[in-house]
C-alpha cells in the first residue's frame, strides 16, 4: 500500500516528464507529437492491471484509452479524460524553463501545469493505483489520454468519438477544469463545476466596395472606411443578456450578499452593473456567461497606398449561449450591419454550438460527497465556461460531461486563470495530491 504523500510523488515526477516532452500543439497537423506522452502514460500504468489501447489518426497523434472494466454492464460508467498536447509558450516571457519541469518551493513549473497536464497526470496516478488496489467497480472506468485538444481534437476526442465511439463512450465523463476553491460570504468553500461551454463561431465578414484612385477619393466606395464603421457597429452592438440555469445556480450557490447577487440575476440589470463594477475580472466573466459575445479581432484590407480597396476581410470571434445556432448568429450580424448588410458576405470557419450537461445527477452529487473528505463543508456550483473543452464531443455521445479537478489554496483565483495559455504556468503538489486522492475516492463512491 501506498500512502497519498507517495502518490503524489509519482504525480509530481509524472508531470514533470510530461512538461519536458513539451508536446507543443501549434494548430498544424505535424505538431503535438503526443506519441511521446501517451507512450509514457502507458509505460506508467503498465503492469497495473488495466487495459489500454493506442489510436493514432495521424503520424504521432496518439491518445491513449486504459480502462478497468466493470463487473455489472448496467452499472453507470465513468471516463476520466486528460490532453496530452499544450499551446506553445516562449521561454523569454518566464520565470523558469517553460519545458523544464522543474520543481521548486512545491511548485511544479512549465507549459500545461495547469491547462491541463496536472489533471492528465493525477488522473492516470488515480488509475494506477486503483488498479494496484485490486479496485473492481460495478461500472467501467475508462482513463483516456488524449491529442489535439488545443487546435480542434481533429486528431483527438473529435476523432475518437466519430471513430472509435464504440470503445470509449461511458454514462459520465470528467475533464478539465473546475475545482478551485473559491470563499463562499459564510466562510464555506465553493467547487465550480463546469457544466457547459459556450458555443464558438468564428467568422469572416468580406466588405466589399469599388476600387479607384486614392488622390481622388471623394464619393468613392471605400470598403476600407466601410468595415470600419462595421467594427464600430460590432463594438456598440448590445445583445439582451440570458440567465442560463448554470449562470442562476452559481450565483445563488455563492451566497453573495443582494446587492451584489440582486443585479446578477436581473436581466434587465446586469449590462449597467457590469459596466460599472469596480472587479474587472468578475465584470467579463458575469458578462460572458450571460450574453452572446462578439469580438472584432483580424482585419486584412487594401493592396497599394495610392488604391482605393473594395475588399476587407474583417475576422470576427462569437461565443454563443446555449440555444443558438448558425441562423440565430446570422440574424445577429444581420442586425448589426443594419443597411450595411448587402456589402458584406459572412464565412463561418467554426460553427459550435454550445453544449451543456444536467446539472443535478448522480455524478454530481458523487462529486459533492467525495469533496466533502478534502473541504467539509464545500458546496459544489455550476458554472458555465467561456473556454472549448473535449466535453463538447463527449457530450454528442451522449456522456453527462463535467469539468471538475481539485485545487488547494496556494495559489489564487486571478493567478490561476491567468495561467491558461498564459506565463509562469505552475501547479503546487498539494493540488496533485488532493486530485489524486479525489479521483481514486470518487471511483470508490461513484462505481461500486
Ligand atoms: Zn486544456
Known amino acids: 500500500m501506498t500512502t497519498d504523500t507517495e502518490r503524489a510523488g509519482e504525480a509530481t515526477d509524472l508531470l514533470q516528464h510530461l512538461i519536458r516532452n513539451a508536446c507543443v500543439n501549434d494548430g498544424t497537423p505535424a505538431s503535438g507529437q503526443e506519441h511521446r506522452s501517451a507512450d509514457l502514460l502507458k509505460g506508467y500504468l503498465e503492469g497495473s492491471g488495466v487495459d489500454m489501447e493506442t489510436y493514432e489518426p495521424a503520424p504521432g497523434r496518439t491518445s491513449l484509452v486504459a480502462k478497468i472494466a466493470g463487473s455489472d454492464p448496467s452499472a453507470p460508467s465513468l471516463t476520466l479524460l486528460g490532453h496530452t498536447d499544450v499551446v506553445p509558450a516562449n521561454p523569454d516571457d518566464w520565470t523558469h524553463d517553460p519545458f523544464g519541469g522543474e520543481l521548486i518551493d512545491g511548485m511544479v513549473w512549465g507549459r500545461g501545469a495547469i491547462d491541463m497536464l496536472n489533471l492528465t497526470t493525477t488522473m492516470a496516478t488515480g488509475m494506477r493505483h486503483l488498479a494496484l488496489s485490486g479496485f473492481r467497480p460495478k461500472g467501467d472506468l475508462n482513463y483516456i489520454a488524449v491529442a489535439d485538444e488545443e487546435a480542434l481534437s481533429t486528431f483527438g476526442a473529435k476523432w475518437l468519438c466519430a471513430n472509435a465511439a464504440d470503445d470509449i463512450r461511458t454514462d459520465y465523463v470528467i475533464t478539465e477544469s473546475g475545482g478551485f476553491p473559491m470563499d463562499g460570504m459564510d466562510g464555506l468553500p465553493r467547487l465550480p463545476v463546469i457544466v457547459g461551454e459556450k458555443g464558438v463561431y468564428w467568422c469572416v465578414l468580406t466588405v466589399k466596395g469599388t476600387p479607384g484612385h486614392a488622390s481622388q477619393p471623394l464619393r468613392t466606395d471605400n470598403a476600407l472606411v466601410k468595415a470600419a464603421e462595421v467594427v464600430r457597429r460590432i463594438d456598440e452592438y448590445r445583445p439582451a443578456a440570458e440567465l442560463h440555469e448554470a449562470w442562476t445556480r452559481f450565483i445563488d450557490g455563492l451566497g453573495f450578499p443582494p446587492e451584489l447577487s440582486e443585479p446578477f440575476l436581473d436581466p434587465d440589470r446586469i449590462d449597467a452593473f457590469c459596466d460599472e463594477l469596480p472587479m474587472l475580472g468578475l465584470a467579463r466573466q458575469a458578462h460572458a456567461c450571460t450574453h452572446t459575445t462578439m469580438a472584432p479581432t ?64 448522480p455524478l454530481w452529487d458523487a462529486l459533492h460527497r467525495v469533496s466533502q473528505v478534502f473541504y467539509p463543508g464545500a458546496l459544489t456550483v455550476p458554472f458555465l465556461t467561456v473556454g472549448a473543452t473535449d466535453a463538447r464531443y463527449t457530450r454528442t455521445l451522449g456522456s453527462v460531461s463535467y469539468g471538475f479537478g481539485l485545487h488547494s489554496t496556494a495559489i489564487g483565483f486571478e493567478q490561476y486563470g491567468a495561467m491558461f495559455h498564459g506565463i509562469d504556468e505552475r501547479v503546487d503538489v498539494e493540488s496533485l495530491r488532493l486530485s489524486t486522492e479525489m479521483w481514486m475516492g470518487l471511483a470508490r463512491d461513484f462505481l461500486v
Do not use: H, Y
Request: negative net charge; glycine residues 6%.
Open 298 to 361: 483580424v482585419m486584412r484590407a487594401g493592396t497599394k497606398t495610392n488604391v482605393i480597396p473594395d475588399r476587407v476581410e474583417l475576422e470576427v470571434d462569437i461565443r454563443t449561449l446555449p440555444g443558438w445556432d448558425t441562423g440565430d448568429v446570422r440574424v445577429m450580424l444581420l442586425e448589426v450591419l443594419g443597411d450595411l448588410a448587402d456589402d458584406v458576405e459572412i464565412a463561418f470557419q467554426s460553427e459550435e454550438p454550445a453544449s451543456t450537461s444536467p446539472i443535478d445527477t
